[in-house]
């Protein structure tokens, strides 16, 4: 059911109502029970897809370039385009602050010698 937006002129507030259509009549304020409400303009928004956020890099040349060469900004611009603005772990947020600053996050010790973690501590 969309949302419709009113403003009461009688109680002044702003009041939003589940309608399943919209009518031309306006319904009740359900806060005063005043009949004059006014419709309001609503705002809204639309999330891109995975699918827009790949073409949108994709379409990105310098992104696209700098990617291939494994250029750390690159990599941290195609980070934060993947990840929305949402917030993300502690250690990863820093591992984006390096890249932005042109470093290659360190890579775990297990990767660097082939043992694992454990063995090398």
Not at 11 to 30: A, E, G, H, I, N
Not at 76 to 91: D, L
Request: hydrophobic share 30%; with cysteine; aromatic share 8%.
């Amino acid at each position: 059911m969309p949302i419709y937006e009113y403003w009461c002129s009688h109680c002044q507030r702003k009041v939003m109502l589940y309608l399943p259509t919209f009518s031309q009549s306006s319904p009740p304020c359900p806060q005063c029970g005043n009949n004059t409400l006014q419709r309001l303009f609503s705002t809204f928004s639309m999330h891109k897809t995975d699918k827009n956020i790949y073409d949108d890099i994709l379409s990105d040349s310098q992104l696209t370039k700098g990617m291939l060469s494994n250029d750390p900004r690159a990599l941290a611009e195609w980070n934060k385009r993947m990840s929305r603005g949402e917030e993300v772990a502690p250690e990863y947020k820093e591992a984006i602050d390096k890249m932005e600053r042109g470093e290659m996050p360190a890579k775990p010790a297990s990767e660097d010698s082939g043992t694992s973690a454990e063995e090398a501590d």
